[in-house]
């Protein structure tokens, strides 16, 4: 599985901005999929993550109700819709997918990772 992350950009604080993560030949289509991101100096860690078929998400306490994660199944493309961005929020953000088709927060258990793709929120 090869994915491709795009949509990051510069946007001011309390902006939105709709991260994609395209998979070839839509192979992650029934893998579990995950948004990552790290800042400078961080770990990389867990922003969001759906099962195969978008049924069950979780969003890492950062997030919760400013970020939805969702995937189109037929071409197992991911998607962060961000709102309310905040300058904590300044990352790359990685997509990812998983062997499992099952919803999977463990980092290690994802074996595909896109490019990345810089979010930058001024204040």
């Known amino acids: 599985v090869q994915l491709q992350a ?16 395209v998979s ?3 192979t992650a289509s029934n893998n579990g999929m ?3 991101r790290q800042a400078p100096g961080k770990e990389r860690e867990l922003v969001a993550a759906i099962n195969w078929n978008g049924g069950s998400t979780k969003y890492s306490d950062s997030v919760m109700g400013r970020f939805t994660i969702s995937k189109d199944r037929s071409t197992g493309t991911a998607y962060l ?10 990352a790359v ?5 998983a062997r499992s088709s099952s919803l999977v927060t463990t980092r290690s258990l994802y ?13």
């Open 34 to 36: 995950a948004w990552f």
């Open 111 to 123: 074996n595909n990772w896109g490019q990345g793709t810089l979010v930058t929120v001024s204040s």
């Open 81 to 90: 819709q961000m709102t309310g961005l905040k300058p904590e929020d300044t």
């Open 24 to 26: 070839s030949r839509r």
């Open 6 to 21: 795009s949509g990051g950009g510069l946007v001011q604080a309390g902006g939105s901005l709709r991260l994609s993560c």
């Open 93 to 97: 953000y990685y997509c990812a997918a």
